[in-house]
């Protein structure tokens, strides 16, 4: 595995060397017009890439990977990201053959249970919410997200929120109502 890891370093070199081009600095970024930008929540899965199924570039949108794209594990960096830019939009991308409809809540955590060694670390385990997705239904846990970010109190009541599920076996993104 180190050696993987050594082969990410040299690729780093190369794509540096190779014509790197340095984006705009942050006080450029957060003197634009707020609430334009659209934040992309999606699976940290290597199997679906939202630069690659969106078509887009570096600079384009906000990308927030996290286990089964679900709105709560990302809520801190949509956070972040509504105090410096605003958010004009999110859109919540769920996958079919996700690696969280293939455990439970309780499943995950008797894995990290079984490995703590203090009561301090059973409680840091037991906070987690893994947020399973039920029964396979993806369509139903974009629903769930989708309602939660607009029932939030965080965001601009202009936001757009849109829902989505990404089917590995097409590479189409359909819209959830
Ligand atoms: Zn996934």
Redesign the pocket.
């Known amino acids: 595995m180190s050696d993987t890891v050594q082969n990410l370093l040299a690729k780093n070199q190369a794509y540096a060397a190779d014509n790197y081009g340095i984006p705009p600095n942050f006080d450029t970024l957060s003197s634009l017009p707020r609430n334009q930008a659209v934040a992309i929540i999606s699976?940290?899965?290597p199997?679906?890439v939202p630069e690659e199924y969106f078509k887009f570039h570096k600079g384009e949108y906000p990308v927030i990977r996290v286990?089964?794209?679900r709105v709560k594990d990302a809520l801190r960096s949509l956070l972040v990201l509504e105090h410096h830019l605003g958010l004009g939009g999110v859109a919540v991308v769920?996958?079919t053959?996700?690696?969280?409809?293939h455990a439970s809540d309780a499943e995950f955590k008797a894995t990290f249970k079984a490995r703590a060694a203090t009561a301090e670390q059973v409680a840091e385990i037991d906070a987690i919410d893994f947020d399973e997705i039920h029964s396979k239904d993806v369509r139903a846990s974009v629903k769930s997200d989708v309602k939660y970010l607009k029932e939030s109190p965080w965001f601009g009541k202009e936001i757009n929120i849109v829902g989505l599920v990404f089917d590995l076996n097409t590479g189409k993104v359909e819209q959830v109502q």
Do not use: F
Request: glycine share 20%.
């Open positions: 699976c940290m899965d199997r679906l286990a089964g794209g769920h996958h053959d996700c690696g969280m409809t």
